[in-house]
């Protein structure tokens, strides 16, 4: 089946968006997961294949599912954006020294991508991070753990008996 033009622009987006992530899976200057992101929406427009694929991917696949679900954003990834914002910012302020008018754009688009990604759930929704080790569910929090659940509960059971 041929793919319409604008399919083809999206599937050309898709890939170039991928490309990007996997060099800023490298260099520190550039972000994954932002361009990972966009690479799931430019595929998700195109090709319902490359969509499969990039979801089911072994690195990228189990964040990628986790937004696309819920807009979930891990603690890791969200301490990494800000991290990286807050870096990029000191050596744009002190090093590169640019025009006042630029500072000011880069701080508010920096902002809103802060509060973007702030108000993004960094869990998916009833699996809460154990905190105390009681998880408020049979299965620990994991989905399709009940063997691992009943090992608990059985090391439990024996330590409380000695």
């Known amino acids: 089946m041929a793919l319409s033009p604008v399919r083809w622009i999206y599937w050309a987006l898709g890939w170039l968006f991928f490309a990007l992530g996997i060099v800023g899976a490298f260099l520190p200057i550039l972000p994954t997961t932002p361009f990972m992101l966009l690479s799931l929406w430019g595929f ?32 890791r990834a969200k301490a990494i954006a800000w991290s990286s914002m807050a870096v990029s910012l000191l050596y744009l302020i002190v090093v590169r020294q640019p025009a006042w ?30 905190s105390s080790g009681v998880t408020g569910s049979a299965s620990g929090g994991i989905p399709g753990n009940a063997a691992g659940a009943d090992a608990r509960s059985t090391a439990v059971s024996s330590a409380s008996a000695s």
């Not at 090709?47 to 954003?73: D, I, M, N, T, Y």
């Not at 802060?114 to 809460?128: D, K």
Request: hydrophobic residues 50%.
């Open 44 to 75: 998700s427009q195109s090709s319902q294949r490359l969509e499969h694929w990039l979801l089911a991917h072994r690195v990228f696949g189990p964040s990628l599912r986790a937004w696309k679900a819920h807009r979930v954003v891990s603690w």
């Open 101 to 130: 008018w630029i500072t000011a754009t880069t701080v508010a688009l920096m902002a809103y991508a802060v509060w973007f990604v702030a108000r993004c759930p960094s869990n998916v929704p009833g699996n809460r991070p154990a």
